[in-house]
């Protein structure tokens, strides 16, 4: 078994474009292409963990057969060091022969909103360069960092993020052909973390199950976060002014679960909009302000310990003056 | 020649063709007359300047005419590097001239020279203007800016002057005959009123629009829409201090021809000749003081997307900040840029000294202007003189450093000095070097 | 079918000056240049997408027929124009050889504004030097950039922003021929979204084409933005102090329409100033402010999501002690 | 004797995973993979000093022997600068020998939580090129820091903070085979200092016998910090409203122990929370508050001495509020 | 004797390491190494004027002799900019040639914590190239901004605060050589204001000197003429609502006496807490808070004078309405 195929997003890949089953419009508009056999430059945007590059390969296997790759030039803009790069790359590669049938062949770019203005630039010109010999399949996560002189050089095509049926479904079907054990509800906490990425969701599953049977408890250990109750009871501590107890509950998530002063930050914020903690309309909103600046300190390199420590120091003065 | 465009066309080829700049004329004319007498004037270097478009260059080429001059001319089409210039007006200003004919060196755009890609142009020039053998004259739209200073300051300059809207309709009138156009007069009006006195944008557009024979007004109504001029500094100054809505203080900053740099500078020293009242005061310094951090920041992160926050705050922000009267006091020029200009040479002697005295302490510079300068003021200018003296004899100041230090003393601490060590003679050798300072000095 | 004919922004482009339908006074002058087969030199202001270029082009077609291209030498944004380029370049150009019948050959340069101000005043002299053999065109969307020697050395003539029937009316012709569906507003959404540009005008209506109909909801998706109303809706929201529902309208903003942090922070921006949104002069001033503050935040890697909430929550806050 | 010996640090580091008395669990199931002589990419997740490095060498020393140096590459993320730099080295590294009876070699990157996004974007292309020949050992305080590819290619292993008994234990068998005396106080001391850090116990151990005998008061001088009683001492005099006093006993903490700013922002932030200082507790709320500001300044590369004095400024305007 | 004089400090600076009277245990350490002919790297520690690099040098002589400066590279850091500089020195003078029976020359690295952490790394490498031929000295005023493994590599000495005794000492033994009267209360004041500084106390002195007699009251002449008077004025000016003029004072300040912002900031500082300024006490801790803040705007890299203004404009805001 190769390492590849350890790896569970890998192994349950789809190979065709009908295997992909979310994206529908998408595939089906990619299809007509393929009977055609000719393509446009085509640019695939969306968050990520929607299947862009999968669909991309699919879509590249259907036109070429199984040894696509040969025809194939996958760069990763944020990888390769500039534009100079991609342009011998590419040059090269666009030398190299066709497939029989096919005039052209493809060359992929990931992550191609991380190019600068003047890369993008660039490599409009070389896409007009090598446009006789080749496609380019731009993938994006912002289409809006896309320069315009791009954007209406591609066919546009939009990945939507997937649902939690789509991405609990998924799963399930993983789980079942891997013979792991689950809670229902672990399945939703995975949805949750993964915030409609399926790619993530596979991840986490198997990390999970890597812990054995996959539970909520499981799936929280697994990405080093800590358990939503855990972090809703220290804000409740603070805002009933018992600081030294909620402190004493912060260090416990920042040890126990080795959780740095980040990861707090977003978890705090994450529940200080749940419905579940009972909170004034008004102090989410106080609260939403003072964690954009506390998270913002540590982002800068503040000390984590003291931040933290003053934002719920913040809190229980806020709870403080509640109560009067 | 009829494909040749009419600026060209119908460029002034004598003194008198040139329309106006009768000053001008009259003061380059005495100049080059010294020249020509042998006996080169003071400065050696012309700097003409004024706006575009109000002949400059064409009046130096007349002039070259007339007086059957040779003419060697540089222009920002030309690579102006140091090499480059040592190479054609390095050896064009030391060669004496051939039978008298004297050879004008005509220096054009001088504004042009870029610090970069030029690098080096202009202080070979500055230097060339101190042994030049041939009149040498330079044009600039703009001769105040900081890097022209040394062309500045060894030139004699020469004021051309924006010509006036009737000026230009009679230029324009001349034009018309030469080309036999039947031309509205209102139409030329129009064209000169939206070009500002910049005759050759006028010639320009009375090309655009002359058809079939004639100028029509209709045509130039709908043609000639005016050059997009940017807002001059005191224009954006008013526009601003006077906006009572945000949107017209962030036009008038977005549409100055000052970049945000020096404008937030004219910004920063103009608020409080136009607020009176604390509050007013401080709320628009407080925008300006976000403003200047959300820049350092643009530059920080190299997220030019900022630059709209500045302008947001360095506008809006300003000019929302009244609530009182504005002041009727005038605008007027930054002073920290001029005092800075002027305190250049005192400011770089002081870097010298530290630099000097951190050797010998073994501290940094930081550390010898924070901790030692001062003290060394307190001697220098309240201690003894004795004292002082004898520390100018320990280290190699200059005379410049002694001047910095000692203010109105230095000389006679030089002198005291110079006693000194003419009681107790000892090191000669090692002397003499130090000598050169003072010596200075009491010359 | 070549690639660049699938893109309709070239299927579309007008070839000579009768084709090009705006800008008629402009037109109908260059016209009696071709005439005379003489020009001055040329600036082209206005805003993008009015043409200029493609005027440009038509003029040295009618002035030296199809094979136009060799008496132009064409130097773009993306090209380098550096002080030295500039010199070389043009000087080399100048002392090629001319057109039969037309003694001066076109050098045009696109985006001109965006060079440097030395560069520009390189091309003061080479302008007057070359005039006999070469006219220059220069292409500016803001002229004013244009440093004045450069201005005063040409015939100024300005493109007006193309209005919205004339887009509108490009865009149906357009729809009609390719046989895509479409809603009317959908047209004037592009409109808006274009702001009189109508190369960015087709762009969009291929975009959204290839969603299927076009709709107005199709024609923001396909650009990448949330659609201003929208956002304005959003702040209105936190401005009334409606923080829960201004977060969910951000959440839709970003899911729906893919907008990244600092995509939505700029679009806050460009309705702070605008006069749809009523609030008092000075809390505009505020607002942009503290935008900065959060998009700076932003780019520093502090979290998105946390800090847009902090961003509506301060603006709410701020609504509330208005409303006091 | 090498400089290499003369730290305890280094000479009593265990040598074998036998030799591991902490993270148990994960010594075990190291174990297997010894016996299985075969590993999978690894993680080692966890806070500073818990043995993270050491482990990774026992392992490697238990698989290859004594010499197993030959077969580690040990990088240091957040030394080599940049991702080309260690492409470069791995790249030369995977094209040395193997030893006899293992078929791969071990990178050991430490500190990979500090790599860039980008970087692990780029260290993940390079495991999937060399993962015939290497496997990667990934060090790293805080996982979540590491991004999900990578994280979904590694078996995790977690490193749990070491308890008060694990350090000081350790510490008196050191002392004990090194002759030092010591104070029991001293040792528990260290252990506060340390914060579990096993490494900074045993350094600040040797500096602090190097000063004499191992008291309370060698180990703070040996760290440069003052003892906790003057700092709590200064906090008493600012909130008695003395400020000058306590900024003389500021200027004193600075001059004779050398701290900087920020160690005495952490110093009293600790004090802050320790039982002994007798403040109300709101008052320890709002100090906390404002020591997160101070502290975020100082490290944003503001003047120490400025903004330690506005704190005591501020301390003893609250202690004057308090008091009426 | 001569009649060229040198500033005391330069001329009573100790020449060899039995001459420094203070730091005796630092010293004895140091003959040590100067008997085995090696040295470690070293680092120093400790307050500024308590003779750190006074040490290095005289260490050095003792090593090499009187030409001891060839084989001596000193960099300032916070002079050098940046750590290539450093960098390309180092490289050069590792070159050169060593001194007979020294097989090493020594580079001193002053203000070595004023670089940042990735220099420090960088710095870190440096040595470890260079080990062969070279040892550091680096000097530090706070031992903490140095790096763990920049200090793990360093032997390391603690240069005390000096004490009353010693700094007394020192004067009056200059004072008798030089014949300068004084007063025995004038060298206690001279030692308050030094703060331990011996290089400041004999600056002091000096400068006392060249006024006469060394009396209390011709000190605090001294050091108040070595203080701009402008800063005090600059503030009453501000306070009493005299903006411009207070702007004036600002100008000469950084202008004429060359100070930074951030001198001046300290200065006003400095100001702010004297008895001499009279202003009610919640303002002393008001300002210091906002120069807090300006402060850290400034070390942000923003226009100084500007942030000046700002702060000007808000004393004489506060100061207006304190008058009310």
Redesign the interface.
Known sequence: MS?KE??W?EKYRPRTLSEVVNQR?VVE?LKLFVKEKNI??LLF???PGTGKTTVAHALARELYGENYIQHLLEL?A??E?GIDTIRNKVKEFARSRTAPGIPFKIVLLDESD?MTA?AQ??L??LMELY?ASTRFILIA?????II?PL???C????FV?LSREDVVGRLKYIAELENVEYEEEALDAIYDISEGDM??AI?VL??AA?LGKVTVNSVYR????ARPREVREMLELALA?K??EA?KALRKLM??Y???G??V??QM?REV?SSELKIP??H??????????????I?????D???L??????L??LG?RARR | MKELPWIVKHRPKRVDEVVDQEEAKREIGLWLEAWLKGSPPREKGLLLYGPPGVGKTSLVEAFVKERDLELLELNASDSRRREELERIVGVAAARRPLRKRLMVILMDEVDGIDPRADEGGIEFLASVLERTVNPIIMTANDPWKESLRPLRERSKLVAFRELTEAQVVTLLQSICEKERLKCDKEALGLIARRNRGDARAAINDLQAVAERGEVRLELVEKLVKGREKSLDIWRTLSELFYAEEGWRAKRAVTQSEEDYESLMAWINDNIPKKYKDPEDLYRAYDALARASLMLSRAKATGEWSFLRYVFDLMGPGVALAKKGEVSKERFSFPERIRAMAETKSMREVREELAALLAKRLLTSKATVKTEVLPYLFVIFRQGSPEAAAKLTLGYPFSSEMLKLLAGARASEIAALAEKLRGTKGEGRREEKRERRGLDKFLM
Not at chain 1, 141 to 145: D, G, I, W
Not at chain 1, 284 to 297: K, N, Q, S, T
Not at chain 1, 299 to 303: A, C, F, K, R
Request: charged letters at 30%; hydrophobic letters at 35%; proline letters at 3%.
């Open positions: 390492v350890l790896l997003v419009e508009r446009p430059h945007a969306g968050p990763n944020s990888d060091r991380n003047d630039q660039a409009r010109r446009t996560n912002y289409p809006s960092k315009d954007q209406s050089r066919a546009f095509f939009r993020a790619r993530k991840n198997q990390a890597s697994a990405v080093g976060l002014g600081f030294e402190r040890i126990e080795g959780l740095s980040e990861d930050v977003k914020h909009f309309e008004e989410r909103v106080l609260i939403a302000d003072y964690i954009g600046e506390i998270h913002f300190r982002t800068e390199g503040s000390d310990d003291i931040q420590s003053a934002l719920l120091a913040w229980s003065l403080k």
